[in-house]
């Protein structure tokens, strides 16, 4: 099949590029967050597994649909109109694009404004409210992302060094004084089930599994999408999820900035959160405010009103205590994405063989497809919040993946 946005050979990287790329995704805020709430909850050897078995899960299907772009040249939304056709796979993905990428915009502001507000005490002794520092820090995030700042690429060269370093001096106050020791004799008052920990793992990255063809179609080979993904998400993301959780196995806090706080990092360290939380947020404003001009149709002159529409949702979110409600923002993600790659997984590797001169883009909205998302996103849903066999994303999955074979055959039959 022919695309406009069908890279050439010419055009193709090496793994070790695209491993970066997956490596920088992952040295962010939410994984901290995320590695927290695992360790309020589960022993670290189990904090240790349910990051193995979550970040599986996501590089499975991730190489799965990497592998298919690698081999057709083609970015996510164009292989998932051959599923969802192409007005369906403009929407879903846009609708998931904006679900996710405003959500986190939530998150982050919260983050932020609650850093803003501490590091604030820290200098002044003068306490703001984390909600009015939400919402300040929110707009500023918003404006930047709708009217550009040529130095963004510059603080991000500085904030995400500084957050390391924070970060590496964290873990020696952490783990000095009696640290190591209350990591060893560590028991979670709340015991988290294994199968919501993975979900959680899961939720972190599943948008980045889904859209990983947008960056694995200039992948050489598909060897080259296996080692790009396994190399670029397991090691940063383990590294950065097992902070977390010592850190708040150690503080008793999951919340970055009160973890940050607790073991005595100066307020100069809140502002290096502060500068990594902004530069990574604008990305998350910009993308959702693709996402929602995509959704709506809106043209590129609209650009700048879609931008800001994401920007102030994701802002009152954040004032209104999404960080509160962050487990339950995780398992919305969890259960509406995966199910995605599991269509695409069943068209190209079960019915097309996986061959490429199989793949057939389909017009308008294709609803064998839709249905099939549908029912795999409500299985992952309902299933993800009890202990029912397997997880929540991977029973989305495979139910996404059965009915969408089960329709392709009936359907066949009945034209015979």
Do not use: H
């Not at 360790?39 to 670290?44: E, K, N, V």
């Not at 109109?81 to 919260?110: D, R, T, Y």
């Not at 939720?203 to 396994?230: C, H, M, N, Q």
Request: glycine fraction near 12%; include cysteine; aromatic fraction near 10%.
């Amino acid at each position: 099949m022919e695309d406009k946005y069908e890279i050439k050979e010419s055009e193709r990287q090496s793994w070790l590029s695209l491993a970066m790329i997956w490596t920088g995704s992952m040295i962010c805020i939410p994984c901290l967050m995320i590695g927290g709430v695992l360790g309020a909850g589960l022993s670290l050897s189990g904090v240790i597994l349910a990051v193995l078995a979550g970040y599986g899960i996501v590089c499975l299907y991730m190489c799965l649909v990497g592998m298919e772009s690698c081999d057709t040249g083609l970015p996510t939304v164009s292989m998932a109109s051959a599923v969802l056709g192409e007005k369906g796979a403009q929407f879903i993905i846009s609708l998931m694009l904006a679900i996710a990428c405003v959500g986190w915009f939530g998150i982050q502001s919260a983050v932020c404004g609650e850093s803003f507000s501490a590091m604030v005490a820290g200098f002044t002794g003068f306490e703001i409210p984390s909600w009015i520092s939400s919402i300040f820090w929110g707009l500023v995030m918003l404006l930047t992302a709708v009217y550009g700042y040529n130095g963004l690429k510059i603080l991000n060269f500085i904030a995400v060094p500084a957050l390391l370093i924070v970060l590496a001096y964290s873990m020696f106050l952490a783990l000095s004084g009696g640290g190591l020791e209350t990591i060893k004799t560590f028991s979670p008052s709340s015991q988290m089930s294994f199968i919501s920990a993975v979900s959680m793992v899961v939720a972190s990255f599943a948008l980045g599994g889904v859209i990983s063809g947008d960056y694995s179609r200039y992948a050489k080979s598909r060897k080259d999408v296996v080692k790009s993904t396994v190399l670029g998400v397991f090691p940063s993301g383990m590294v950065m999820m097992l902070i977390g959780a010592i850190l708040s196995i150690v503080t008793g806090q999951y919340d970055i900035s009160l973890v940050l706080a607790a073991v005595g990092v100066p307020a100069l360290g809140l502002v290096a959160l502060v500068l990594a939380t902004w530069t990574t947020n604008v990305t998350n404003a910009y993308s959702g405010g693709l996402a929602v001009s995509n959704l709506f149709g809106f043209g590129e002159d609209r650009f700048k009103v879609s931008c800001a529409v994401a920007g102030v949702i994701g802002t009152i979110l954040a004032a209104a205590g999404l960080l509160s409600e962050f487990e339950f923002f995780l398992n919305i993600l969890s259960a509406l994405i995966p199910p995605i790659a599991g269509v695409m997984i069943a068209s190209y590797w079960i019915l097309g063989k996986g061959r490429k001169e199989n793949l057939r883009q389909k017009e308008g909205w294709y609803i064998p497809g839709i249905i099939s998302f549908a029912a795999g996103a409500v299985v992952a849903y309902v299933t993800g919040s009890i202990a029912v066999f397997l997880i929540g994303p991977v029973n989305g999955i495979a139910v996404s993946m059965i009915v969408y074979v089960v329709l392709e055959k009936t359907m066949k039959k009945g034209e015979v």
